[in-house]
């Protein structure tokens, strides 16, 4: 068997280089695509050493196009989009415009014609959701008003891009570039753009509706069809199949590309409630041809552009990291939001990603766009990825630096900053010493589930349509509307609640709910949820009484399951350990070194009773005051603050073997 074949040196070569590159720039909080781009400029042929096939790069890179495309159909959320409707759709289609303008000009200054110049804008006006989602997953940010907004914001500029990559090819001729005619064109009236237009959309439109009609029908069907057989191994070929077969086939019937092709396959298979499933399933090969997509990207760059096209390239990028920003900025603020969230954005649009290499690849296919022009698209988007953590760092200082002053003027926190336009009165509920829950995700579906099942009164704060319409589908009182605005406080009834509970991921944006509550309502009991340190303070400083870090929590489970002890004796076991904190992550000392200062905070929040634990404390002699409050491991907040003081321990490796002998005899006890 001959050991030299272009197949595997590119597949090896591609994938150490770009796993070495990736764990370089991991290492120095960069995005793994840096990486990946240098890899494909390490193994190209502007670069000495190793020169992978590239003609075989392109190809396994198509593959990596359908399936991204296929994630991006797949977490296609119609719901989400019409959310922030009216925002992300007119701004995201303005902010197009404004640095497609921009592009067109500057390629008006380099001799280039006007297809060059609208292919380069929209090169540079669409960012990439990769990059975005990633930032915005850092900071958890996802399911805040500002990560819903920045991502409706791309999926309106992808949709966009999709249309401009079905369009191009038909008025490929009419703007300067090849002459694209299909066998249906020529038999109908040869090289006419308008007769090319009108085909093409035709062909298109009869795609759009094949999958909406049938493919809506057949392609669920045949997943859960699968997923009965039981057959992980066969569920997930059958998702590749779709995937890459939907993809083809409409290339070849259709005349469409690969990517719309994927993009509608997945948007299908995105109704199914098996649509998490099979994006668990894909992920990672996905991941793995998306790797190899990156890679062949960087193996066209020619790292001379900067010294041959050094002025270009400084305005490209200025113009992908600022232009198209302070567009976006404007564009937010015209419409009535705060700066934190124009900020958001800002610095969401500020790099440039994946469908701007497929938009330059069809642009220099077309002969459209000049390989210069490809050059400074892909030299700017592997600079503006590596530069926009630093726009986020900025963001996060300016908000933490505005949430302080917030709380020290005791006005709304900006995380929450809004003013939208006037609406109708929402009606007032009539529910008296009742609970409001404040949102309605993963975990504010547990909370009401739990009060429900308890009897409690209670009504949530929501205003995303899909969550709105799934409550009250459920017989569950809600407010339909942003708990930080005046309207939904009063609708709510805070003044006469008895608690609320903030169910909200971001602290920093609970924490403007949180003081407005508190303000008209002193005695309200205010339950809240937190990730960091950070946000226990803060929401400590605002007024909540009880506060739950989520990671905290479920290591305490584990260790209460494993050591098989009562909170109490969990406490002073993680305290006897010198469980030292940093950030949202926890590090026990190993018995070889020695024990760690444990910071300690005073917490004393009421319980959160269930009626039938009142009818029981009523009929119970009263317990004795506490003669100190409770001391805690900083950031275990929740159960383990009620727990009685514990001193800090001579070393933790004696805590440890203590803890271990007493857990072992109550064992045997119990054997």
Do not use: C
């Not at 920093?508 to 946000?535: C, M, T, W, Y």
């Amino acid at each position: 068997m001959p050991h030299e074949t272009p197949l595997i040196a590119t597949l090896v070569g591609a994938f150490v280089l770009a796993f070495v590159f990736g764990a370089i720039a991991q290492r120095f909080k960069l995005s793994p695509l840096v990486g990946y781009l240098l890899a494909g400029v390490m193994v190209g042929p502007f670069t000495p050493g190793f020169v992978a096939d590239q003609g075989m790069a392109l190809e396994l890179a198509e593959i990596g196009v359908i399936l991204l495309m296929f994630g991006v159909g797949l977490h296609f959320s119609l719901s989400d989009l019409l959310s922030v409707k009216a925002i992300a759709i007119p701004g995201a289609v303005l902010q197009i415009g404004v640095a497609t303008l921009m592009g067109i000009g500057l390629a008006y200054g380099l001799g280039w014609g006007l297809g060059a110049g609208i292919v380069f804008g929209l090169a540079l006006a669409v960012a990439s959701t990769v990059v975005l989602l990633r930032a915005l997953q850092e900071r958890r940010m996802v399911e805040s008003e500002q990560g819903r907004i920045a991502v409706g914001w791309l999926i309106v500029e992808d949709l966009a891009m999709v249309l401009a990559l079905v369009l191009l090819p038909a008025l490929s001729g009419a703007l300067g570039g090849r002459v694209v005619t299909t066998s249906t064109a020529a038999w109908l009236g040869g090289e006419d753009v308008w007769v090319t237009l009108a085909i093409t959309l035709a062909k298109v439109a009869g795609f759009v509706v094949l999958m909406l009609v049938v493919g809506r029908r057949v392609i669920p069907g045949i997943m859960h069809w699968v997923a009965h057989i039981g057959s992980r191994e066969l569920f997930r070929l059958a998702v590749l199949a779709i995937a890459l077969g939907v993809a083809f086939g409409s290339a070849k019937l259709f005349g469409v590309s690969f990517a719309l092709g994927a993009f509608f396959a997945g948007m299908v298979l995105s109704e199914s409630p098996l649509s998490h499933r099979a994006a668990e399933e894909t992920l990672p090969l996905r991941d793995a041809f998306a790797v190899l997509f990156f890679v062949s990207v960087g193996m066209l760059v020619d790292p001379s552009i900067v010294i041959k096209s050094p002025g270009p390239l400084l305005i490209t990028v200025l113009i992908v990291l600022f232009g198209k920003s302070l567009a976006a900025f404007l564009l937010v603020r015209a419409f009535g939001y705060g700066n934190v969230t124009a900020l958001t954005i800002s610095a969401s649009l500020a790099q440039i990603g994946e469908f701007s290499f497929i938009l330059v690849a069809l642009g220099v296919d077309l002969q459209l766009l000049p390989e210069e022009g490809r050059d400074l698209i892909l030299a700017a988007a592997i600079i503006s990825i590596l530069i926009n953590p630093f726009f986020f760092l900025a963001l996060d200082r300016y908000r933490a630096k505005a949430v302080a002053k917030a709380v020290a003027a005791e006005a709304p926190a900006p995380a929450a900053e809004k003013a939208p336009p006037p609406a109708p009165a929402l009606p007032v509920t009539s529910q008296q010493a009742h609970t409001v829950l404040v949102g309605y995700g993963r975990v504010g579906r547990l909370v009401a589930d739990g009060l429900k099942a308890a009897g409690l009164g209670f009504l949530v704060i929501e205003d995303q349509e899909d969550r709105v319409d799934e409550l009250r589908r459920s017989d569950i009182e809600v407010v339909d509307a942003n708990a930080a605005s005046p309207a939904a406080i009063t609708a709510a009834n805070v003044a006469g609640a008895k608690r609320l509970i903030l169910a909200i991921p971001d602290g920093f944006e609970a924490s403007g709910v949180l003081r407005k509550a508190r303000q008209i309502n002193p005695g309200i009991e205010i339950v809240a949820r937190a990730h960091s340190d950070a946000e226990v303070e803060h929401l400590r400083q605002g007024g909540a009484d009880f506060i739950i870090m989520g990671e905290r929590e479920v290591a305490r489970g584990m260790l209460a399951h494993v050591l098989d002890r009562s909170d109490a004796d969990l406490a002073a076991a993680v305290q006897a350990a010198g469980t030292t904190t940093t950030g949202s992550e926890a590090e026990a000392t190993s018995p070889d070194v020695p024990a760690a200062k444990v910071e300690v905070s005073a917490v004393t929040p009421p319980a959160v009773p269930s009626p039938s634990a009142e009818t029981a404390r009523a009929k119970s002699p009263a317990p004795a005051p506490a003669s100190a409050p409770a001391m805690v491991p900083a950031g275990i907040v929740g159960p383990a603050a009620t727990q009685p003081p514990f001193s800090e321990p001579e070393s933790s490796a004696a805590a440890v073997a203590a803890l271990a002998e007493t857990a072992a005899a109550e064992q045997n006890k119990k054997g």
